[in-house]
């Protein structure tokens, strides 16, 4: 009732007035659509350096197919070089007309002799940029950017789709690959360990003959890569990235080797249904991860001692020899596969952990660590502390029942 009276006391004016104004914010928005004529939309950009600044690599979206009857999506790549990396974006509207979209840009690509420089003075543009999601996948790669940007897929319509296949929910769970976004990186770098890590792809040629990229990818990607790609020919492309670059104050400083890989995977409790391959009576056998459960604690005493503890269960899932039957309907571990795939996995995490300490990265965020504990311990141990930990692995391995 009161609200009905209130209503009544309005003025018929203000009525027309709010009206009017609701009308004109309707019909005077775009509703955040885009105008696909006027657009280069963006899904990968690969960053080099030059002796001037920076050269990027563009990876545009264009329909596919002369008719647009055929589906799928083509590409083309623009390079561009600038002071900055806004002056790169800019200038692809300045050779294209079209103004540059970073909204569905899910991949950025740096080159490898980019990245031993602050890769942040790379991606500030792109931490900057309103339109950037924070979920867009960052990779290192051999050699130069724009020839992995130009490159022609093997498999899919580009190259940036090929690459962010790569690090699909499934090849995460088999602890083959890493996965960093924007996001988590410019986090690792602002804080205390100041480390991260990111992975590092390469691309090999598929001989002729066997498979080749799909219609759009040739029409697009594929004649612009045939031209820059470092192999030589715009022969397909596969890509592969079991290796890890790590980064020390946003550098870096070395590269992983699969086996480390997959200890820094199994160490982070991330492993489902991956394999390794250990020995039984002298005879490779391979084994696969049923569950993983990992942990890094750091313990300060007189030296500070860095504790990775894992816990494996694990099944047998093939041999390098023929079997019995009846070893064939096993699923379970002799005690010397046990003890064995035991000792590789302490090798490889004893590996990583050199690499980490050689190279000055803190990839299982021990300062962190030390951080939250104690800011006064912090002060006192921060420029020394990967210098003087010392490793303490616990390695636990189970056969499923």
Known sequence: MKL??????????????LTAVILFSFFSNDFSLVDIQKTAVILAAGIDRTDSGFALTAQLAVP??????????????????????SDCVTLIYTKTGWVPKLVFCDLIVIGE??????????????????YMPDTCLLAVCEGKARDLISSQSALEDTSSLAVSQLFSDAALKSGRVVSKTLKDFAIDYYGVSASSCLPYVRKTEQP??????????????????????GSGSGAPQIYSAEETALFAEGKLVAVLPREQTLAYNLIGGKVVSGTFNAEEKGKPITLTVIRDKGKVSLKLEKEPVAELSLDLTLRLCCR?????????????????????????????????????????????????????????????RKDSLLETVTPEIKVKVRSMK
């Not at 009905?4 to 007035?17: A, D, G, N, Q, S």
């Open 320 to 380: 390098s020899i023929s079997a019995p039957i009846e070893d064939i309907a096993s699923d379970r571990l002799s005690d010397e596969a046990i003890q064995n795939a035991g000792t590789v996995v302490r090798g490889y995490l004893e590996d990583l952990f050199k690499t980490c300490k050689e190279s000055g990265c803190d990839l299982f965020l021990l300062k962190r660590s030390l951080y939250r504990s104690s800011l006064k311990k912090f002060a006192a």
């Open 64 to 85: 596919k197919g002369e008719d647009r009857t055929t589906g799928g999506t083509s590409s083309v790549e623009i390079e561009t070089e600038g002071e900055t990396v």
């Open 4 to 17: 009905r009276k209130f209503l009544h006391t309005v003025p018929m004016k203000l009525y027309l007035i």
């Open 113 to 130: 002799e980019a990245a031993k420089e602050d890769v942040v003075s790379y991606l500030n543009y792109f931490l900057r940029n309103d």
């Open 208 to 229: 002729d003959g066997q498979g080749g990229s799909s219609g759009g990818a040739g029409g697009g990607s594929g004649s612009a890569g045939a031209q820059d790609t």
